[in-house]
């Protein structure tokens, strides 16, 4: 049987912050027989929270990420989702969202990935600066 998740299930697992909830996701997650789908959605949702909310810098988000992948229970498009939380964590100056564009041109074979952000250009070998 498949069901998802939200990305608030997500951080009460991982973090374990708030005892009552986390125990209520352990729960959930812990239900024999059940896949959770997790949406792209979700992790750009715990990059922002986990950034803006706790400070965390993108080698720690990643490494919750990479966790979360790992987990069996837990199904994702991992097929751009892993390579993207790679990039994120070897580029710490470009969001997750900028990450995950320039893997999914690069799945996609729609390349470059045109922009006027200089840094992303500059960062992403598949990025090009529209001139």
């Given at each position: 049987?498949?069901?998802?998740?939200?990305?608030?299930?997500?951080?009460?697992?991982?973090l374990?912050?708030?005892?009552?909830?986390?125990?209520?996701?352990?729960?959930?997650?812990?239900?024999?027989?059940?896949?959770?789908?997790?949406?792209?959605?979700?992790?750009?949702?715990?990059?922002?929270?986990?950034?803006?909310?706790?400070?965390?810098?993108?080698?720690?988000?990643?490494?919750?990420?990479?966790?979360?992948?790992?987990?069996?229970?837990?199904?994702?498009?991992?097929?751009?989702?892993?390579?993207?939380?790679?990039?994120?964590?070897?580029?710490?100056?470009?969001?997750?969202?900028?990450?995950?564009?320039?893997?999914?041109?690069?799945?996609?074979?729609?390349?470059?990935?045109?922009?006027?952000?200089?840094?992303?250009?500059i960062?992403?070998?598949?990025?090009?600066?529209?001139?």
């Amino acid at each position: 049987m498949n069901e998802s998740v939200d990305t608030n299930v997500l951080m009460r697992y991982f973090l374990a912050d708030d005892l009552t909830a986390t125990n209520k996701a352990v729960k959930l997650l812990s239900k024999p027989g059940i896949v959770y789908h997790v949406s792209d959605v979700v992790f750009f949702e715990l990059a922002i929270v986990l950034r803006r909310a706790y400070g965390y810098r993108n080698a720690e988000i990643a490494d919750l990420m990479t966790v979360a992948m790992d987990t069996p229970q837990l199904r994702c498009n991992e097929r751009v989702l892993r390579p993207t939380v790679e990039m994120f964590m070897r580029r710490p100056k470009l969001s997750f969202a900028d990450c995950y564009m320039t893997v999914s041109a690069r799945r996609n074979d729609v390349e470059p990935l045109w922009t006027f952000d200089r840094k992303l250009a500059i960062q992403a070998g598949s990025a090009e600066l529209v001139r």
